[in-house]
């Protein structure tokens, strides 16, 4: 088989490089371009040595000069704010262009939402109407469908999955609380003092709290799929781990609800989605597409647990489930693969 | 200035090393008496290493033998179950004996409570009615006068001061959150399968949720400083870190309170309670006795943090600002030291 | 194509686990049997829930019932002093069966040297002579004839690829120091004082200094190689990470000797050993087969790094890689896969 | 008693924070003067939240406008090539002036191995003369009677402590091989590249192999304690730790010679040098000014392991140590306080 050539763009960062690390032995994509504005010029392989002996013949690209003339689809792993530009100038030149972008910049519908989310405008504001939120397992059939996805945010990710069952029983309202906790990769491939790890390493603590960009996203994927007076509080909390999303979703519920059951009915048969009987588990699904839920309850009082790969289902592996289910592929593609314990 | 001579039972777990650690330099108290069941006849700075120079005449006994009869008071770093006998002997002896119980044996009141939190009957429960409860900066008066303290869970302790200036104003009602992750020093000593180093490392996952022995002895302390009508919901979390408990409790107040100025002057002259303008970290706490906090708001939703060492404000520092307390000393003696940052 | 059935006994361990994720997309090979005695009778997906989805009707059998008659293939994951007792029982009854036993007991040919190393005797001594010493890329022909292979221990596989092209051109001898560290998964699944979190996971110490039981199988394979007139001083660390082994080696080389030639010549071709320019890292060879290496020098004194995962190239993927060789696949079968970067 | 003033420069770095930490409790020093040229005129307490409640009326000054006219003695936490310039204008004003001096600028007599070390020239090479060494341990005697002192650095005090007994009876010769692994904050409180937590912290690898500038002045120091005709091989690490300093010594011992007792011998009397008869372990000594150490030996190989904390026994707690002396306090004013276990 021929496998499709992608281009990918922002191919440095971390979602570029575990982009690259998925795509390196896919059976059904390669990468054909990468571009990186840092390195532009530079191997791959002498950028990254985690990638030596994958990629011998792929240099980085500047965005600029990238035509990408020969790919079919696009993964823009560009932070917002580069991604809407890119876009714009991708599918002007090539209408046709299957684009999966990982950054903000077509998430949310409403652009007033937008600006206060991200604080700033988008170039192309009306596009995002055109564009497929990419949380597969609560959007498949309008992913399938669509040629542009805008891939969700890694905590949204997190508290979509475990608060989709019950919003799509219009089950979900009143305050709805969400304290999550991502491992230091979420900050990205440049140095911060956030993530100094003499200061990390043995840390815990909060950001943005109540004010996280990844919020509306959540309450608009809740809304479409059927909520309604609900009031979310996210909660940030950086941990010292490198790689990972833990979610404690809480809610008031009826307690004639068997919310137990509505979860089980709900994610059966999704391959990616695997209820545990105590407490999903970081360490289990690093590295991997999948998200472990648990659900827990006292009186009326529910409690869900999520945890995600913040690099993975959070964001690059979920990219290209994404990306093989618009180009016809099977969602799982070079992505059915278990993770480790230790 | 003679120093009180204190004798300490389990004092090679992790609390009693802790106390051990503070006590080595403390200015007013010293260690008369160490008991270990499973070192007993062994020198300290053989089976603990890091006191190596500062205990030279001290070997472990076992809690049988030891009549701590020199000693004016006693802390108890037993496990609950254990400490309760202890007690019931020590005070038999010497009903004049002060005594700091870190274990969950007396911190509460309602045998019916304790039974359904602990799976198990009391040896003397009437005793507990004459324990104050050793949240210091809640119930300083109480333990100023009491003979004997129930030291607080370190849950509690970071879920209690986060609530506590609500409670006291009666503000505290509806649903309460608590999102709380512990370090692994919070299970003791001993090797298990959820502190195995391998798996731990770079994990989070959650246990007991909506079930933690700590959560009635918040509601207790909190129903005593005046709060009624609310309904905690307790999820504790194993975060990949040595020392530390970070709380995020979550409710909805009022909006007409200005709930950062209350917080403010609550705190106002507690030398170990510090307003961050942030988030608290908690590295700047490990190792000592302080509870940094912050106060978020939006709307009518109110999020409040703390960060706390498990092992120090949540067990063994608040065990001694207790201890200075009910035997007349500066509450912060041995005590007010700076954390380090890296 | 037809996979390959494999019986896998001492699955449940941490080298059976990662054998299992190796084997779980292997395309020439599957499990068809895997032991565990503390778990026979369970679900391999219940006991293993990284697993979860891609055995589903795997389940533990005790190694007792265990006849694999109808696999072609067994790997040992067992402990020494096991492995060679499954060994003897297996190929009695079927002297054709292709054996990789990832234990010491068949590493050592010289019977002396194993019981000062293990402090025991073999059961079958005489059939270490029959055993390919599985260190691929020093001894791949032997290993392509073998029945039989002793897959090398984790510190072992680090130090001899530090050190084979010295000692195959001779060039190895006087004082050999190896200064090696390794990751907690070493020391197994079941929890120990050593691997306990709150102690590891910001300690470094060393253990078994001079005396480790992977020292002699190092220096048999170098003298094998053409290396005599050397003295091995190898002293394990314990650092606190999860996974990897990082190798220090220092030895005095003849001026003349152009020795980053010799390195890049040697492993020409090698798809498993990486020439760095500057070091190896841990963080790129984690999860991999891979073996990163730096040589330095200054006048006569050479240092070599190399980087491997102790689960992976040090352990399990190594086992995989010389059962591919043995039943005639491609010996990157399964393997070739990147590392991550965070 | 009347505590002595002392200025500190670059007091916001790693280190600078550190004798902040061990000075805010100190029984004969205080700070009155603390420079830091980014956060001149904010609070000391603004700046570093984890020292709120020690130094309430402190605030950074520019190191230009601070004339530290009322200190007896400073502390130069800056880094090297800014040391010597300040020394220069400190002494000028004040010959008197008691330093200790944290960097590298005045460790090595030789200008000719300061420049290849440093790849710089000094301001005042003649100074370095007047420089009394820092390690305390070996070199007390010119310590108390020095007025300036190069405090040592990291590396070379783990080194130094490990090889001192030997070099001191003349013991040590031919190839000495240093394999030491140091925490992250050795990097300093600037975020870099190599301290990015997503990288570092599950990762080992080596720098500056055969190149450290710390090895020099552990050769020089050697020399002066009697050693000659050796030749040192540093090669040091990184390690996914915060603090601390791990040391593997590996030399050539004439087997007559009993090492064991030569260490206990030499060590005996000094309360900060511990033998341990297994093994040093980090985390016994993070956070103190102890260097715990081990010897082993198989026939005529000996290998030393010193721990020590990179902060502490390796920069700011020792300088306390040398300023105690060089002001006539007792050496362990301030800083003879346990470890802690986890």
Redesign the interface.
Known sequence: MTRIPVALYGAAG?GG??L??LL??HPGLRVAVATSQRHAGRAVEAV???????FPDLAFQSPEESPAKTCRAVLLATPHGISHRLFATLVERDPELRVVDLSGDFRLQDEARFQAAYGAQRHLPAAAADFAYGCTETNRDAIRCARWVANPGCFATGAILALAPLAGRGLLEG?V?L?Q?T???G?G?????A?????????????K???HQHEPEVAQELERLGAGGF?L?M?P?S??????I?T?A?V?VDEAVDVEALYRERFSGE?FV?L?P???????V??TNFC?L?V???NG?V?V?T?IDN?GKGMASQAIQNLNLILGLDEAAGL???????
Chains 1, 2, 3, 4 share one sequence.
């Open positions: 971390y490089q575990e690259l690390r390196a032995n990254l040595p985690q990638l030596d002996g994958f305050d609380t304290a906790t491992g230091s990769s900050s491939a440049d140095p911060k003092p993530t100094h790890h003499p200061e990390r390493a043995q840390d815990m603590r909060a950001y709290v109540l004010a009031d509080a909660v909390q941990g010292p781990f490198t790689r990972g833990f404690v809480s008031r391959r695997r545990r105590d407490t999903p588990t970081l360490r289990h690093v590295r472990d648990s827990h309850r006292r009082r409690v647990l945890a690099l059915f693969a278990p993770g480790a314990n230790p």
